[in-house]
């Protein structure tokens, strides 16, 4: 196993200066043997003293016990900063570009065009054209019902994927054309595509199955709120 350690300043700078009242101050990755650990500077210490205490460099998998101590510093921390803590975990998703799903019609490429139908998704289209984030929607008489489009964090050669339906257009295969045909694109371009699920989410886990990813990792992050 290999582990790499990042440390994010930024995201501390604005927690400290009050400009944010969530707080991810520790955030894990499991995938292909490679274990890496996002921290604020102030655990940066304690992390690395705990990874080497558990001998976790030997491990052909990621003990539970490390992720329950991890865990528990990351949640200690946010208590002494004044912060509520939570847990939150899941799998990684990367695309093969093997799925079943077909491309639907009515799935369309986010442009201006778009802009003047009726949104029922949580996502600000306007704000997602206007940042050049690549995205699919679903337009359904008149009307936005679905969306795939990039995330704005990530690494440049890598595209994370996020994607939301409304309830009331739900179980048409919506979702899965608009994941499809924006993996496909990125893919193409050279970008690993990837996307992530929250536990226990098994029907956005069968959409990203069926539109070409597979599961290759895990994920846990540490979140505060105040």
């Excluded at 206007?130 to 595209?159: K, L």
Aim: glycine share 8%; net charge neutral.
């Amino acid at each position: 196993m290999k582990i790499r350690i990042r440390t994010d300043r930024a995201g501390e700078a604005f927690v400290r200066t009050c400009a944010w009242d969530t707080a991810i101050p520790l955030s894990l990755v499991f995938k292909d043997g490679v274990l890496t650990l996002t921290v604020w500077r102030a655990l940066r210490r304690p992390v690395s003293r705990l990874l080497c205490e558990s001998g976790v460099r030997r491990a052909a998998a990621l003990p539970a016990a490390l992720v329950s101590e991890l865990t528990r510093l990351g949640e200690a921390y946010l208590v002494s900063e004044g912060f509520a803590p939570s847990r939150r975990s899941g799998r990684i998703f990367d695309y093969s570009g093997t799925g079943r799903s077909r491309i639907l019609g009515s799935t369309l490429p986010l442009d201006e065009t778009v802009l003047s139908c009726e949104n029922l998704t949580g996502y600000d289209l306007a704000a997602t054209l206007a940042a050049g984030r690549r995205a699919y929607v679903t337009v359904a008489e008149g009307q936005v019902v679905s969306i795939a489009a990039v995330c704005e964090d990530g690494e440049p050669a890598t595209c994370e994927i996020g994607m939301e339906t409304s309830p009331c257009a739900m179980r048409r295969g919506y979702a899965a054309s608009n994941v499809a045909a924006l993996a496909r694109e990125l893919a193409e371009a050279g970008h690993c595509v990837t996307a992530r699920t929250e536990e226990g989410n098994l029907p956005s886990e069968r959409t990203l199955t069926a539109a070409g990813f597979s599961p290759t990792g895990d994920w846990m992050t540490i979140i505060g709120e105040r």
